[in-house]
Every structure is written in structure tokens, then in C-alpha cells.
């Protein structure tokens, strides 16, 4: 066999070689198609890359797989595992087909155009034509071809094999290409010992480096502890109806207490590309804490703290403590139930069914309407009076100032001040003053630890009017109060112990019965406190009335000592002497 049918014998394998007079041709279609077809589930896989049946990686699968006699399909997957962004994967795909196209071209050609001719002599004349040189075949050792993904983090290497007698795929021909191609970081190592022994060793992807991504800095951050917008909650009961005057719009903080901490900004780390090139990276931004009036922050730059108790609230740039809440209009369904632990400025009324509470003082400019609740734990000043229908409850821990003051039920700690009092029910742990405007008492009960002053008591029709002085008026408010409460839950546990049997039952029974049992152990220590007071009373209890007239059917009582008016007195004095009671 000459020189040339060896060479076409060699390329292409079992086909008849060409005569040395015929030019060069492509492969024919059979060789194309000889080549196996990936099965469905791969051409699947987003991350395998596809190529035609006539592009040149797969005309040198033909040239190998002719010369071997069996090879493994060719398989280019970028992500075997499934852990890369589908875009990335995407972008990295077509990339990588340009890079084939014209690495696989190069080799081709290589691999088809043979190897050093024989030197021959050249004709002298006279001599006879000298032999044709003969073509050696190609030798060409395997070739470790690398793709580095554009970001340079990710390095594959795809290795086509020898020509002829050329040296196959070793470990040290992939180091000698890896350092070739500058991929000194991140190799795996353990793949560089394997693909040599891995059957599947040519024309596949194999992941061969791995470079370090940088993480840029977390921004610093502030965790508020109350919000910013303040949001209108409204909470459903277990008998699935809505309280509209639950609003929750007021957010309490004592002082000291954090409003918001700083999560401070974090450095960068930079990363590393597969070619040994550092990715700088950026550290994260500060931001400032919120700081506004009546606040501070911690000596660490951490916390921001509440100077003084009061309402914490956003003001779109920083968070501020307000030491008075300042309602400009009514206490309604726009507001909601106030309860705040500063102080409280209402300008309107409270409206009838709502409840204001407040550690601080109370002022309101217009009118506490009937069947609404109102506690100070300051003063309380009600500019145009408290207008009841006998529902309507007014406690302060210090003094009370009120226009007026009607079908109420009152509790002060200390004084209460006021132009008129009328069917009312006063608790006052200092003195009561009615001496401007009318200055009258008219109905209900009026009772006084200290003194009681008016211009006139009772009425000219002699309406029942109750004074009590002496004692301890408050704790006596407390102590109806809560039986009242015992009350109300006794009878809320017969109710529930009619009913039929369900989980809702017995949950509500419960905690009724648990309610009730708070209840009555108040009530009982309420009682215990007032009678060991009742034991230590002295003959001459400190309380007195002061008034300009007293009407017939006024009823003054110091203790268990009652005095019934029977006829008009005037400019009279009421107080209690050596165990009786003397108008004086």
C-alpha cells in the first residue's frame, strides 16, 4: 500500500482511499450521521449544549470513533448540577459554541493536512523525473482545549484526543495546559487525576477550576421597634365582632426604652477569578439612627433611646417622643380609644362609648359625653363639663377641674373643683369645691375624706342628696367597682354554663372563671383593708361640709353616724364632735 492509501486509510477508516490524482473532498453525509444522537432527556437539560450534526466537534468525533471503533457520545454540560443561573447558563452557551466552532476548526484542519513531506531531490537535466515525496501521517498528542465563563469564576476544559501516534490525555498535559492558559486558582486537582482515567475522557465538559465570588458589604440597617405608619388594627372578638374604638393609633414608651437599634454595615470580601486576579469588592454603607426631640443615643452608637415617657412617633426623618398627645378634634372612630402614657390634649369632646387613659394629665376642651370612660393618672381638666347618663366614669390620681359636672360617677385622689354637681357620684380622697358659678349640689352622693364647700346643697324640692365625709372614699370606689365586676362575671358564668357543650365553651368558661376569681380576690382584700380602717376611727373624724344653704332632705353622714336635714339651714357648718354630728 503506497504512502497516500495509508494516509486516506488512517483518516478515514474502513472507506476505500482516494487516488493520489483526486483533490481533497469533504467527509461524506454518511460519516456525518454517524455520529449518536444525545437521548431526549439531555437535549433537555438547559445547561447541555447541542451542536449540528455537520459542525466540526462532531467531524472530529467521526475521525476518532472511525479509528477506535467505539467512543461515548459527545456531552458539553455546563451545570451537571443544576446550580448556576439559568441566564448565566444561557449567555455561557453561546459562548462557548463560538469558542468551539473555531478551536474545533483549527484542529480539523490540523489533524486532515498531514504531516512533514520525505525529502526528495530535484530534476537535473538529463535525469530522469525523481520519485513523488511522500506525506507522513499526522501525529498530533491529545489537546486540552479551556473555556473560562466571562466573569472568569468558572474555568471547563474539553479535551480532544491524539492524532496518530500522538501521546494520549495525562495529568501532566492538563497541568501544562492549565498553567499555559494562567488557571492557577481554584483547581480541582482531584479532576485533574481523573479525567486521564475516565473513559468518557474526550469530547466532554469537565468543570476544572473554581474561583472565590466577591460579597460586597451588607448597608448598615435600623430595626425599629415601632412603626413608622401608624395603621389602623381592628381585632375581632372570639364572638367574631368588631370594636371600632380599638384602634391601637398610640404607641407608649417609657423612657429609656429603645425605639430602634442599628445593624451596623458589614466590609466587603473580595473574591478570586480562576486566573488568580483578585475581584475587589465594596463594603457596606452607614446609615444614620433617626434621632429626634426627646431622644438619644447609647454611648455604643447603637440604640436610640426615649429620653421621657410619652408617644413615640415617625415624623417621616426621625423618631420623636411626645410628652403630650395632642388630639385636635373629637375622641371618635378617627381616633379610636386613647390610651397613652404621657399626657393628653383633646381639644374637641370625647365622644359617648369611647375611653381616654392617660399616666399623664388630661385636658379636654369640650364635653366628656355620657357613657364614656376617662382616667388620668395627672390632673384632669374638662373645660365645659362632664355630661353623663350615670354609665359615664372619671378617675384621676390627682386633682379634677370641670365646668360641670352631671349624672357621673366620679373618683379623685385628691381635690375636685367645679361650678355644680347634680345626680352625680363623687369619690374624693381630699375636698370637693362648688363654690363658683351656681355652686350647687343637687342628688346622688357626694363623698369627701376632707371637705366638702358649696354655696347650696340639695334642693328647694328636696331631691335625696347624700354627703359623706370621712373614710376612705376611693378604696370604697374600688371596692363597688369591683363587686360590680364579681357581678357581672358571675352572671356572664351562668349564662355560659347553659349553653350547649363546645370546645368554644369551655374555653370561655375558662377564662371567666379565671377573670372571675381575679376579681373576687380583689374584692376580698378591698374589704379586709376597709374595715380594719373602720376599727381604728377616731371619735372626731377630720371631714366637714361648708355650706351657705343646706335644703331639707340632705343626708350627712360621718362612718355609721347619719344626719337627716328636716328644716333650711344657712351659713351652717356640718362636722362630727366627740362621736356626733353637729351644725354648727
Known amino acids: 500500500m503506497s504512502i497516500k492509501d495509508k494516509l486516506a486509510s488512517f483518516l478515514l477508516g474502513n472507506r476505500a482511499a482516494k487516488t493520489a490524482d483526486e483533490p481533497a473532498q469533504a467527509e461524506p453525509e454518511a460519516a456525518v450521521e454517524a455520529v449518536p444522537e444525545a437521548p431526549p432527556e439531555q437535549t433537555a437539560n438547559p445547561a447541555l449544549l447541542v451542536l449540528p450534526s455537520d459542525h466540526q466537534l462532531n467531524r472530529l468525533y467521526n475521525l476518532r470513533w472511525k479509528e477506535s471503533g467505539s467512543l461515548p457520545s459527545p456531552r458539553l454540560c455546563l451545570d451537571e448540577d443544576g446550580v448556576f443561573p439559568a441566564d448565566m447558563i444561557k449567555r455561557e452557551k453561546n459562548r462557548l459554541q463560538t469558542v468551539l466552532t473555531g478551536i474545533c476548526g483549527a484542529r480539523l484542519k490540523e489533524a486532515r493536512g498531514g504531516g512533514k513531506k520525505s525529502g526528495g531531490k530535484r530534476k537535473k537535466h538529463g535525469e530522469k523525473a525523481p520519485e513523488p515525496e511522500e506525506v507522513l501521517p499526522p501525529c498530533l498528542d491529545a489537546l486540552p482545549c479551556f473555556f473560562v465563563s466571562s466573569d472568569k469564576l468558572y474555568a471547563w476544559v474539553i479535551v480532544f484526543p491524539p492524532v496518530g501516534e500522538g501521546e494520549e490525555v495525562s495529568r501532566d498535559i492538563l497541568r501544562l495546559g492549565l498553567a499555559e492558559q494562567g488557571i492557577t486558582y481554584g483547581v480541582d486537582m482531584r479532576m485533574v487525576e481523573h479525567i486521564p482515567r475516565d473513559e468518557s475522557r474526550y469530547f466532554n465538559l469537565f468543570l476544572i477550576a473554581k474561583g472565590k465570588p466577591a460579597f460586597n458589604g451588607q448597608n448598615g440597617n435600623i430595626v425599629d421597634n415601632f412603626p413608622r405608619v401608624i395603621e389602623r388594627v381592628l381585632e375581632v372578638d372570639e364572638y367574631d365582632q368588631v370594636d371600632y374604638t380599638a384602634l391601637n393609633l398610640i ?279 376597709i374595715d380594719a380602717h373602720t376599727k381604728e376611727v377616731r371619735s372626731e373624724e377630720p371631714g366637714r361640709l361648708e355650706c351657705d344653704i343646706a335644703y331639707p332632705g340632705t343626708e350627712i353622714s360621718f362612718g355609721d353616724e347619719v344626719l337627716r336635714l328636716r328644716q333650711l339651714s344657712r351659713k351652717c357648718i356640718v362636722k362630727m364632735i366627740r362621736g356626733e354630728i353637729v351644725v354648727m
Open 251 to 529: 404607641n407608649n414608651v417609657e423612657e429609656g426604652q429603645e425605639i430602634c437599634h442599628l445593624i451596623k454595615p458589614t466590609e466587603g470580601e473580595p473574591g478570586r477569578t480562576v486566573l488568580d486576579e483578585e475581584i475587589p469588592a465594596r463594603s457596606g454603607k452607614s446609615v444614620p439612627l433617626p434621632k429626634g426631640r426627646n431622644t438619644e443615643i447609647s454611648e455604643d452608637g447603637v440604640q436610640l433611646l426615649a429620653t421621657i415617657a410619652g408617644h413615640v412617633e415617625f415624623t417621616g426623618h426621625s423618631f420623636q417622643v411626645k410628652p403630650v398627645l395632642d388630639i385636635p378634634g373629637d375622641v371618635d372612630f378617627s381616633t379610636g380609644d386613647l390610651n397613652f402614657l404621657g399626657d393628653i390634649n383633646i381639644q374637641g369632646d370625647v365622644i359617648s362609648g369611647f375611653t381616654v387613659r392617660a399616666m399623664g394629665s388630661v385636658h379636654v376642651g369640650g364635653v366628656v359625653e355620657a357613657g364614656s370612660t376617662v382616667e388620668a393618672g395627672g390632673d384632669l381638666v374638662v373645660v365645659k363639663g362632664i355630661l353623663g347618663d350615670g354609665t359615664t366614669t372619671v378617675q384621676a390620681h390627682r386633682s379634677i377641674f370641670s365646668k360641670y359636672i352631671e349624672n357621673s360617677v366620679i373618683c379623685v385622689r385628691e381635690n375636685l373643683q367645679t361650678d355644680c354637681i347634680v345626680g352625680s357620684y363623687v369619690y374624693c380622697g381630699g375636698e370637693v369645691l362648688v363654690q363658683s358659678g351656681r355652686g350647687i349640689i343637687m342628688g346622688g352622693r357626694i363623698s369627701a375624706a376632707q371637705k366638702i364647700s358649696a354655696r347650696a346643697v340639695g334642693s328647694q324640692s328636696e331631691c335625696k342628696t347624700a354627703i359623706a365625709l370621712g373614710g376612705k372614699p376611693c378604696a370604697n370606689f374600688e371596692r363597688e367597682a369591683t363587686q360590680q365586676e364579681v357581678n357581672e362575671l358571675e352572671m356572664e358564668l351562668e349564662k355560659l354554663e347553659c349553653q350547649l357543650d363546645s370546645p368554644a365553651k369551655a374555653s370561655l368558661l375558662s377564662k371567666t372563671r379565671v377573670k372571675l376569681a381575679a376579681a373576687s380576690f380583689k374584692l376580698q382584700q378591698l374589704e379586709e383593708g
